[in-house]
């Protein structure tokens, strides 16, 4: 029974610990518009290891497919903070971040509202 035991808690590790070729992660990066998007994907696939990377404007969320062999989540949350996006995990310097154009600045509240959804300015004026 011992060894059944030992055996299967060495499948169990094996399995956890394979590196995968093609592993599907995510990861929120902050941004407001389609140029936002350019950037922090070519960020993102100019990274050793990224196969597929997918940022959504609506929901922060950037999709990734990566061999974990050549890289992980870190080092391209810490690629993505260099070319000024904020991370979860890694934020951008104020150096960083000033170098998105100024329509990009996702830390500003003008900026922010200026990329609100057009639609919402339509009811709001109808309400008003
Ligand atoms: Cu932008």
């Given at each position: 029974m011992k060894k059944v035991i030992v055996f299967l808690s060495l499948i169990v590790t094996t399995v956890a610990f394979a590196q995968n070729k093609n592993a599907k992660v995510s990861m929120e990066v902050d941004g407001v518009c389609g140029m936002c998007k350019e950037r922090i994907e070519k960020a993102a696939i100019r990274t050793?290891?990224?196969?597929s990377a997918v940022w959504n404007v609506d929901t922060h969320e950037l999709k990734l497919i990566i061999d974990e062999r050549k890289t992980d989540v870190k080092t391209i949350a810490k690629n993505v903070a260099a070319v000024g996006h904020d991370t979860k995990e890694i934020k951008a310097t104020d150096e960083q971040y000033n170098t998105v154009h100024p329509c990009c600045r996702y830390r500003d509240e003008t900026v922010l509202k200026d990329h609100e959804p057009k639609e919402d300015a339509k009811h709001k004026s109808k309400e008003n």
């Open positions: 050793k290891g990224v196969k």
